[in-house]
């Protein structure tokens, strides 16, 4: 087994034909080859080449095949790159960055003052440069968190790639700079509408690719496609809506909407439009659905939203459960019996001193035998 001390921290031994590098004398991970057989007419091509990274990319481009060479000489080729890179200061370009970082990390976390200087460096470096494959691994792989948003954001805003966007997005919740941000990722004009419906609404929306997140929005080439307004007790939408131009979907469930707001009528693009749970009567319903036929609406419970309200402050309580008794209902709203057996349109005194057991179930309440109230 042969042995190569880069430092008093780092080594490399070869086991069995398979070069590993032990950080603190602890097995941290095996080399890969990166040895190439570049013939001399290619030489000029790779000119302009900055790091490793981008020599890998590039002889995969051009086919370039590796050299076989003996275990043994391969473990020198890799004491010789680790060497190089200890002695320029952990330069992250002369390693492939799948390598360099984790050593980094590695020696940061067991306390290398040289690393935890370099670090942040070394990663604020690779980005300025802007070359994309290094920048999705250090996103997928949480490098990211260790610069400060006062830091990154400056270098992503001055790259227009797609893989910058990204970034931005996966981070857009955590930056304080939301207008900067908002005026990157979308048009000016509708990220002004995003933000006008949060100062309007007085909330912050979230940037979800998830519809079913409560209040956020997803966004496509630079659009808002879909918005999540629920659970907001909305009876008005804003007119700074219509901005939106390519929204696709408007999820408007939970709200107290009695009819169609003008402004989601002037959103062409709009295909979808949740109004579960509003106070939309079976006439509007049918107006708008005769009106508008290219719409995918959802109206479910919409009457029965009329009989939660009713119960005000209860309501909370009564979506969370699935079954409760009336007296519970009476008791806690302290309501007379015979209002909530008009309301319910049941006379559930026949059912003795336990009380009638409702339960809510795609949009009906019911008890074992007897319908009480349908949407």
Same mark, same amino acid.
């Given at each position: 087994?042969?042995?190569?001390?880069?430092?008093?921290?780092?080594?490399?031994?070869?086991?069995?034909?398979?070069?590993?590098?032990?950080?603190?004398?602890?097995?941290?991970?095996?080399?890969?080859?990166?040895?190439?057989?570049?013939?001399?007419?290619?030489?000029?091509?790779?000119?302009?080449?900055?790091?490793?990274?981008?020599?890998?990319?590039?002889?995969?481009?051009?086919?370039?095949?590796?050299?076989?060479?003996?275990?043994?000489?391969?473990? /020198? =080729?890799?004491?010789?790159?680790?060497?190089? /890179?200890?002695?320029?200061?952990?330069?992250?370009?002369?390693?492939?960055?799948?390598?360099?970082?984790? #050593? #980094?990390?590695?020696?940061?976390?067991? =306390?290398?003052?040289?690393?935890?200087?370099?670090?942040?460096?070394?990663?604020?470096?690779?980005?300025?440069?802007?070359?994309?494959? +290094?920048?999705?691994?250090?996103?997928?792989?949480?490098?990211?968190?260790?610069?400060?948003?006062?830091?990154?954001?400056?270098?992503?805003?001055? /790259?227009?790639?797609?893989?910058?966007?990204?970034?931005?997005?996966?981070?857009?919740?955590?930056?304080?700079?939301?207008?900067?941000?908002?005026?990157?990722?979308? #048009?000016?004009?509708?990220?002004?509408?995003?933000?006008?419906?949060?100062?309007?609404?007085?909330?912050?929306?979230?940037?979800?690719?998830?519809?079913?997140?409560?209040?956020?929005?997803?966004?496509?080439?630079?659009?808002?496609?879909?918005?999540?307004?629920?659970?907001?007790?909305?009876?008005?939408?804003?007119?700074?809506?219509?901005?939106?131009?390519?929204?696709?979907?408007?999820?408007?469930?939970?709200?107290?909407?009695?009819?169609?707001?003008?402004?989601?009528?002037?959103?062409?693009? #709009?295909?979808?439009?949740?109004?579960?749970?509003?106070?939309?009567?079976?006439?509007?319903?049918?107006?708008?659905?005769?009106?508008?036929?290219?719409?995918?609406?959802?109206?479910?419970?919409?009457?029965?939203?009329? +009989?939660?309200?009713?119960?005000? =402050?209860?309501?909370?309580?009564?979506?969370?459960?699935?079954?409760?008794?009336?007296?519970?209902?009476?008791?806690?709203?302290?309501?007379?019996?015979?209002?909530?057996?008009?309301?319910?349109?049941?006379?559930?005194?026949?059912?003795?001193?336990?009380?009638?057991?409702?339960?809510?179930?795609? =949009?009906?309440?019911?008890?074992?035998?007897?319908?009480?109230?349908?949407?």
């Amino acid at each position: 087994m042969k042995n190569f001390r880069v430092s008093d921290l780092i080594s490399l031994r070869l086991e069995n034909e398979r070069t590993f590098i032990y950080i603190n004398g602890e097995k941290f991970i095996q080399c890969k080859s990166l040895l190439l057989n570049l013939p001399v007419n290619k030489i000029d091509e790779l000119s302009n080449i900055k790091s490793i990274d981008e020599l890998d990319k590039s002889s995969e481009d051009q086919k370039i095949v590796e050299f076989k060479i003996s275990p043994e000489t391969e473990f /020198w =080729g890799h004491c010789s790159n680790l060497q190089a /890179w200890a002695e320029n200061n952990y330069d992250t370009r002369l390693l492939h960055s799948n390598l360099a970082f984790p #050593l #980094l990390k590695k020696l940061t976390e067991i =306390g290398d003052p040289k690393a935890k200087t370099i670090i942040k460096q070394e990663i604020i470096k690779r980005l300025e440069e802007g070359y994309t494959p +290094v920048a999705q691994f250090l996103q997928a792989t949480g490098y990211l968190d260790y610069i400060s948003q006062e830091q990154l954001l400056p270098i992503l805003l001055s /790259w227009a790639d797609p893989v910058f966007e990204h970034i931005i997005l996966n981070k857009y919740d955590d930056f304080k700079d939301r207008e900067k941000v908002l005026n990157i990722i979308l #048009l000016r004009k509708e990220a002004k509408c995003i933000l006008d419906l949060e100062r309007i609404l007085k909330i912050k929306l979230l940037l979800s690719s998830n519809q079913e997140t409560p209040q956020s929005f997803y966004i496509r080439n630079k659009h808002v496609i879909r918005l999540n307004l629920e659970n907001l007790d909305l009876e008005f939408l804003p007119q700074e809506i219509s901005n939106l131009s390519h929204l696709e979907s408007l999820d408007l469930s939970n709200n107290s909407f009695t009819h169609l707001p003008s402004s989601v009528t002037r959103l062409t693009h #709009l295909r979808t439009l949740n109004f579960a749970l509003n106070r939309i009567g079976y006439k509007t319903r049918d107006e708008i659905v005769e009106k508008y036929p290219q719409y995918e609406v959802s109206f479910s419970s919409n009457e029965l939203s009329k +009989v939660i309200k009713i119960f005000g =402050g209860f309501a909370k309580y009564f979506k969370t459960i699935e079954s409760i008794k009336t007296q519970d209902i009476t008791e806690l709203l302290n309501l007379n019996s015979n209002f909530l057996d008009k309301l319910i349109k049941f006379n559930f005194k026949e059912l003795g001193e336990t009380g009638l057991t409702l339960k809510l179930q795609n =949009g009906i309440i019911y008890n074992q035998t007897n319908i009480c109230f349908r949407e």
